[in-house]
């Protein structure tokens, strides 16, 4: 090869992304090219210095961050003080577990919240989950309780119970 | 009980379970790419809840068996340009590569630049002011291919563009870069 090598050239061979015979025409260009090397040498160095710098950069993530991810997530649903007498009025009069509906916030994409909310009838959720509840680890507690518990525990993360339910709605009457 | 049935995205422990992981495994990794993206902690520490507030919420369409990496890069990617969008109103994507890199005295991407991280940030350094005038582009393109060490196919993805794309911009951007850092230790030597 007598031409020399282009710089975007180098910059692939560098990026390892030429195919195998081109790659190696560069490669035994450089061996017998002193300016070609120069050049390579020149390419790599830049290389090595984003590393460095991006190394000598690293950040740590701040607390923060995580902070307020699960606050925001949190946010968008009723607190559990307001889920908690949406759930003991209704549980007076009727089985609180057939009167649960899952609702179910979600954070919009940039972080203002909008709330979306779904809602499932009541005997689906009793058919699905009132067995599991039964031979819950908590099924000796009552399940208003119990349920509460775990969707909390849901939403800080700290827990691998199985979540049913979300929230009781006031709409529940 | 005569309300429909619908189907039920109750939040569940394995969801809560899944962010967590994801956080503590890739959450310093999406942050320093945030970072280098923006140029500001501010914009990195929103960006990166953003996208983990997308994790959390698309977390059923993860694969299993892929880079999560490559996933929340593409997030973030995908959220910077909705931001830059928004605050510009429109976004540089498809200004000649030729001119899309500013000089000195360019206008840097954002417009918000807090004067307290330009002045902590080591702007001494050739290479930190030579990548504030790269085009959010080009610096994304330097950070991926140079830092994170993905291949152009990878990036291509990360980016939503073509393997040429990445290619052009990456050949540019190093060439600016070069040129930038050079005149920077030109003006210091003076
Ligand atoms: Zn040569």
Same mark, same amino acid.
């Given at each position: 090869?007598?031409?020399?090598?282009?710089?975007?050239?180098?910059?692939?061979?560098?990026?390892?992304?030429?195919?195998?015979?081109?790659?190696?025409?560069?490669?035994?260009?450089?061996?017998?090219?002193?300016?070609?090397?120069?050049?390579?040498?020149?390419?790599?160095?830049?290389?090595?210095?984003?590393?460095?710098?991006?190394?000598?950069?690293?950040?740590?993530?701040?607390?923060?961050?995580?902070?307020?991810?699960?606050?925001?997530?949190?946010?968008?649903?009723?607190?559990?003080?307001?889920?908690?007498?949406?759930?003991?009025?209704?549980?007076?009069?009727?089985?609180?577990?057939?009167?649960?509906?899952?609702?179910?916030?979600?954070?919009?994409?940039?972080?203002?919240?909008?709330?979306?909310?779904?809602?499932?009838?009541?005997?689906?959720?009793?058919?699905?989950?009132?067995?599991?509840?039964?031979?819950?680890?908590?099924?000796?507690?009552?399940?208003?309780?119990?349920?509460?518990?775990?969707?909390?525990?849901?939403?800080?993360?700290?827990?691998?119970?199985?979540?049913?339910?979300?929230?009781?709605?006031?709409?529940?009457? | 009980?005569?309300?429909?049935?619908?189907?039920?995205?109750?939040?569940?422990?394995?969801?809560?379970?899944?962010?967590?992981?994801?956080?503590?495994?890739?959450?310093?990794?999406?942050?320093?790419?945030?970072?280098?993206?923006?140029?500001?902690?501010?914009?990195?520490?929103?960006?990166?809840?953003?996208?983990?507030?997308?994790?959390?919420?698309?977390?059923?369409?993860?694969?299993?068996?892929?880079?999560?990496?490559?996933?929340?890069?593409?997030?973030?990617?995908?959220?910077?340009?909705?931001?830059? +969008?928004? @605050?510009?109103? !429109?976004?540089?994507?498809?200004?000649?590569?030729?001119?899309?890199? *500013?000089?000195?005295?360019? $206008? /840097?991407?954002?417009?918000?630049?807090?004067?307290?991280?330009?002045?902590?940030?080591?702007?001494?350094?050739?290479?930190?002011?030579?990548?504030?005038?790269?085009?959010?582009?080009?610096?994304?393109?330097?950070?991926?291919?140079?830092?994170?060490?993905?291949?152009?196919?990878?990036?291509?993805?990360?980016?939503?563009?073509?393997?040429?794309?990445? +290619?052009? @911009?990456?050949? !540019?951007?190093?060439?600016?870069?070069?040129?930038?850092?050079?005149? *920077?230790?030109?003006?210091? $030597? /003076?």
């Amino acid at each position: 090869m007598t031409q020399h090598l282009t710089t975007d050239n180098i910059i692939d061979y560098l990026h390892g992304e030429l195919d195998p015979a081109e790659d190696a025409l560069v490669h035994s260009h450089l061996q017998a090219c002193a300016p070609c090397r120069a050049e390579f040498e020149r390419e790599s160095s830049l290389t090595d210095a984003l590393r460095a710098y991006a190394h000598a950069e690293e950040r740590d993530l701040p607390g923060m961050v995580k902070a307020q991810l699960w606050q925001t997530i949190r946010t968008q649903r009723p607190s559990a003080a307001e889920r908690l007498a949406a759930l003991l009025r209704p549980a007076i009069a009727v089985p609180a577990a057939a009167l649960l509906v899952l609702v179910t916030y979600f954070a919009s994409p940039l972080g203002r919240p909008t709330a979306q909310l779904r809602t499932i009838d009541v005997m689906y959720y009793f058919e699905q989950h009132a067995a599991e509840q039964m031979k819950s680890p908590l099924a000796d507690r009552n399940a208003t309780s119990s349920m509460l518990e775990t969707s909390e525990a849901a939403f800080t993360g700290s827990t691998t119970l199985p979540v049913r339910a979300a929230a009781v709605m006031d709409a529940v009457r | 009980m005569g309300v429909p049935r619908r189907p039920v995205e109750p939040p569940t422990a394995e969801q809560a379970a899944f962010l967590e992981r994801a956080i503590a495994e890739y959450g310093k990794a999406t942050y320093n790419f945030a970072y280098r993206l923006t140029q500001n902690e501010s914009d990195a520490r929103d960006l990166t809840q953003d996208a983990f507030i997308r994790v959390y919420r698309a977390w059923r369409s993860f694969q299993p068996g892929t880079s999560f990496l490559s996933w929340i890069y593409r997030i973030v990617t995908n959220l910077y340009r909705d931001e830059l +969008r928004r @605050r510009k109103g !429109r976004f540089h994507e498809e200004i000649p590569e030729d001119n899309a890199p *500013q000089e000195f005295g360019g $206008q /840097r991407p954002l417009a918000v630049t807090p004067i307290e991280d330009y002045v902590e940030g080591q702007l001494s350094e050739p290479l930190s002011q030579a990548l504030q005038m790269l085009s959010p582009e080009q610096r994304q393109v330097v950070m991926l291919a140079d830092i994170e060490e993905y291949s152009y196919q990878e990036i291509s993805e990360i980016m939503g563009c073509s393997i040429g794309t990445v +290619r052009s @911009r990456l050949h !540019r951007a190093r060439a600016l870069l070069r040129r930038l850092i050079q005149r *920077q230790q030109q003006q210091q $030597q /003076r």
